[in-house]
């Protein structure tokens, strides 16, 4: 059983004081509360089968940059599931697999971008021109960037479904191998580096003083 949910995020590019709780309840529903319940639901035939699970995550799960907290709240919602779920079914020979792709060429930045639009409509004018600036800077970086197809998930949903011994969790796309390591960094070391990335430590006026990265 393979889910092919989509990533619905909650508006593109959103500090938390802008997402609407709405919003952020209906990233969970699609993320997470929908695989959990069909996975919940076909579990006695998997047993039986000895099938096979695969759920397609997020590289934002691992390493979440500025701005993308509800999305990668909710994939690492579902990555925790996930690492459960394997170990409560080995006994029974199925295997489950989390595929973590990174940035891909689909309609989902679009549709976030309308959600954005809509959501900065309804906020406080006030508290989008403090962030106004930095998820400007986000949008121009990641415009940049390059994406994989999501024929790299179809290959690798193949491989999980068909290889006799399958990775446990699988990152594909460009970059996303990058992002991956990134959480084994301290973590204000981690901080700075993906604030330059992507553009916003400048215009923060973030500390690059080397000295506070090591600290918890």
Known sequence: MASTHSSIVPGSLLTAQLIPDHELRRAFEVNVIGPMSLTRRLLPSLRAAQGRIVNIGAISAQTTPPFFGAAGATKSALASFNDALRMECA?????????????????????????????LDRASKQVVAIYKAEMDAMHAALAKREADTPDVVV?????????????????VGKGASRLAKLRLLPDRMRDRMLLNAFGVAKLRGYRTSRRPAFSR
């Open 91 to 119: 006994k029974f020979g199925v295997e489950v697999v989390l595929i973590e792709p990174g940035a891909l060429k689909t309609d989902i930045f679009a549709t976030a971008a309308k959600t954005q639009v809509a959501v």
């Open 155 to 171: 290959a690798a949903t193949l491989r999980a479904l068909n290889d006799k011994k399958p990775k446990p969790r699988v990152v």
